[in-house]
């Protein structure tokens, strides 16, 4: 594996962040940086989407609009958008899209502020996993989030924060991020209750 040292670097060697992983069930499953072609499968993966997996996902819309507008306007020096590609049937198929958003919003430090962790826009990032419906529970999450955690540290971020935060009443996914050494800073209202956690590389 090759070290890059910084994001510049990611971005121009795509071939590095490209890999096939095997899950569970032993299916290969390539993941690789959004193209802008690829607004239609990305629709189809946003559309098939069931409400419950739609409503603890926070970044933006899930419909063919937003997959147009998203690989139209690609910026992977702002936010790197990886997807989990299956052919298992013989056709392309989405079935996990992540982001990693290098620097972090104002509010974001402001509110980590308050819990007394000091985030750096220059050195931080922030994290957002989706996985289609009926692949949760087959490890395919976890392959690929292993692999977008690498990619931040192989470009030299320093803490991986949540995208968002994590919802209270999703306890599968506090579990799912505990998992990978995730902490929590603290919680906030919106919505409800939710925790923001982190990753400290």
Do not use: W
Request: hydrophobic share 40%.
């Amino acid at each position: 594996m090759n070290t890059l040292t910084t994001v510049e670097d990611i971005i121009q060697s795509p071939s590095t962040i490209t890999s096939t992983l095997s899950i569970r069930n032993g299916e290969e499953v390539l993941f690789r940086p959004l193209a802008k072609d690829d607004a239609r499968l990305l629709g189809e993966y946003f559309l098939n989407l069931s409400f419950a997996t739609r409503d603890l996902f926070g970044p933006h819309a899930f419909n063919q609009e937003t997959a147009d507008r998203l690989c139209e306007e690609l910026n992977p020096l702002e936010t790197l958008r990886m997807i989990g590609v299956s052919e298992l049937e013989g056709q392309p198929r989405f079935i996990g899209y992540f982001l990693l958003k290098f620097g972090i919003p104002v509010g974001t430090i402001e509110r980590y502020q308050g819990f007394g962790i000091e985030l750096d826009d220059a050195k931080d990032c922030l994290i957002a996993p989706s996985v289609a419906d009926d692949y949760q529970n087959k490890g395919l999450g976890s392959v690929l989030f292993r692999e977008l955690i690498d990619i931040a540290r192989r470009g030299g971020r320093r803490y991986v924060v949540l995208m968002g935060g994590v919802r209270g009443v999703n306890e599968r996914g506090i579990h799912f991020y505990q998992k990978f050494g995730f902490v929590t800073a603290g919680e906030f209202e919106n919505r409800g209750n939710n925790f923001d956690m982190y990753l400290k590389l």
